[in-house]
């Protein structure tokens, strides 16, 4: 198994955390926009390609390539504006992860 990327590390947590409570969400939420905020450098409340690589490599995670970014810009970025907004990462705390990222 290839080392994943911390996003999708934390919405594969959220797929496999049971029920659809309020307050489990709630939780989702607010990891999510811990995770949004430090990736976010510039703090312009958009995470660009260039901002999620950096993320993961400040991360320590190791392995990701620029396809396995691709992916994760294509999931993520709804609008297709070339950033992730914070109510695109909300959106996919709700989208099942493409198969091809498991
Ligand atoms: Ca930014
Ligand atoms: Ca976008």
Known sequence: M????PLFLLLAACAS???HSEEAHNRKV???QEKF????YDANGELTKAEVAQGVRESGVTGVTEA???ALMKHYDVNRDGGISRWETQRAIDSPLPEDLH
Do not use: G, H, S, T
């Open 68 to 70: 396995d970014l691709d």
């Open 17 to 19: 955390e049971a029920p």
């Open 2 to 5: 290839k080392p994943m990327f």
């Open 37 to 40: 905020d430090r990736f976010d």
């Open 30 to 32: 607010m990891a999510l």
